[in-house]
């Protein structure tokens, strides 16, 4: 059993090659983010005797949604929340959302953020002030630590307003990547800025962190603010340029 089940809490699990599917536990209940695979989910939850009541999904590709409908049948009361743009490539959705939207899960209110560029109407979602302190944003493979999403389906400019959208964001809030990406995004970041020191530091203890069977993440938008060069980017242009180099750099 988790001792601490009243508070807002999440945990990872590392699943499949760098996926973390993100769970969020609150009182006797928990929502995941994301499923790639069901069974090492289903065990982590009936291991601690929590009841699944949603599962968020950022966008379609398999290892986001690939446990999910396994994981429905084990809960067939928990809602699966995806982008209502989405229902032919997601179409085991069960509560449909927008852009902006705004709904109810475990006590929190959520907020839907559109985020096309790693894949046409991707969504991100943010929890403003869960309990009480920390916002808290999932954005699926948008936004990385010390990266972004790769470009399979939107264009250089829509990364780019999607990022800059996240960004407007508090800087205390704390980003739930769907991969574990940093060390290597920061290795790529520190080939270009090699006397960045916000990098260097930043990379040490993100291996420290791995070497100790830590993820990196999650990370805060105010990290990302210094060592993120996508974040950094001033135009679409700057963008276009670090997005082709990294997709073309080998570590
Ligand atoms: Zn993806």
Not at 34 to 40: A, E, L, M, N, T
Not at 120 to 132: D, G, L, P, T
Not at 143 to 169: A, V
Request: glycine residues 4%; proline residues 4%.
């Amino acid at each position: 059993m988790l001792e601490k089940k009243s508070e807002f809490i999440i945990y990872p699990i590392t699943v499949l090659q760098d996926n973390i599917v993100w769970v969020w536990v609150h009182n006797c209940n928990a929502v995941v983010i994301d499923p790639s695979i069901s069974s090492p989910v289903e065990k982590w939850l009936l291991d601690k005797d929590l009841s699944l009541k949603a599962i968020l999904q950022t966008h379609h590709h398999d290892d986001h949604i690939g446990g999910t409908q396994k994981l429905i049948k084990r809960w067939p009361n928990a809602k699966v929340v995806a982008s209502k743009k989405e229902l032919k490539r997601i179409p085991f959705q069960t509560f449909s959302v927008d852009d902006n939207d705004i709904f109810y899960l475990m006590d929190s209110e959520i907020k839907v953020i559109e985020v096309h560029g790693h894949t046409n109407n991707h969504i991100a979602f943010y929890i403003s002030k869960a309990n009480a302190k920390d916002n808290i944003l999932f954005p699926g493979d948008t936004l990385f630590g010390g990266g972004c999403g790769r470009l399979l389906e939107g264009t250089p400019i829509q990364m780019f307003e999607s990022l800059n959208r996240l960004n407007t964001l508090p800087e205390n809030t704390r980003v739930y990547s769907a991969h574990e990406y940093t060390e290597n995004n920061l290795k790529w970041a520190l080939s270009l800025e090699p006397n960045n020191i916000y990098i260097t530091e930043r990379l040490q203890i993100v291996q420290n962190k791995l070497q100790n069977g830590m993820p990196s993440l999650p990370t805060t938008l105010s990290e990302e603010r210094k060592t993120n060069l996508f974040l950094k980017a001033k135009n679409v242009e700057d963008f276009t340029a670090l997005r082709r180099h990294k997709d073309c750099w080998k570590c």
